[in-house]
């Protein structure tokens, strides 16, 4: 299967928006680590706690945007839509629905039972 011109196109604004959205998310974590805990002990509680949960949100849109430029890399390459585990093309519809897909629906699956 092949993906038609308009396919591309559209996965690739998909994915570029998806960055953009990401890259804000991260500029705005990175502002807001920048500022100084509260002086009050008990807040700076509630702000050290919240560290974790922010951190954790940053490192998941890292992984995000590490997957979305290796997908943008594969549609210049033109290796993008090709599973990675079995060499067989993912479906349309696995790639507009998750357009960063490394692999088809049932080796995703096979990876991931349950």
Known sequence: MQ???KEQDDIRDQLLAEKA???KRVSSIHLHAKNPLDADSAEQA?????????SALESEAVTELSH???ALQRLES???GICASCGEPISIGRLMA?????E???CAELDNPG
């Open 98 to 102: 998750r357009p960063a897909s490394t």
């Open 68 to 70: 979305i430029n290796a």
């Open 21 to 23: 959205e990401l890259n």
């Open 46 to 54: 509630a702000q050290i706690g919240n560290l974790d949960v922010v």
């Open 78 to 80: 033109g290796d993008y």
């Open 3 to 5: 993906i038609s011109k």
């Open 104 to 106: 088809c629906l049932d």
